[in-house]
């Protein structure tokens, strides 16, 4: 993603939102049976780990996507105005 994004601007704020490979490959699939390959659990955790250690490594805002949306909302709600000074 570095080398990638090396020459664009840094934005003021990237949220990051995490969710364990296995929920989220349950989310994706809605029930059928992933193909394995990029699709495998195993393969989803290492790339999951790889964005944590990004996230952490470049200040993200991290949310755990497993709670619900309205939950999820008002965490990010709360923390970007935070960010912008307008604590609510």
């Known amino acids: 993603m570095k080398q990638i994004n090396f020459f664009t601007p840094k934005p ?21 049976k992933p193909k394995g390959g990029l699709e495998s659990p195993a393969f989803q955790r290492r790339v999951r780990r790889v964005y944590l250690r990004m996230a952490e490594e470049e200040g993200f805002l991290t949310f755990n ?3 619900s949306v309205d939950e999820l909302h008002r965490e990010i709600l709360k923390a970007v105005l935070k960010l912008l000074g307008r604590n609510s």
Not at 12 to 32: H, M
């Open 12 to 32: 003021d704020i990237t949220i990051y939102l995490d969710v364990p490979a296995e929920e989220a490959l349950k989310r994706k699939f809605k029930g059928k």
């Open 65 to 67: 996507a497993s709670k």
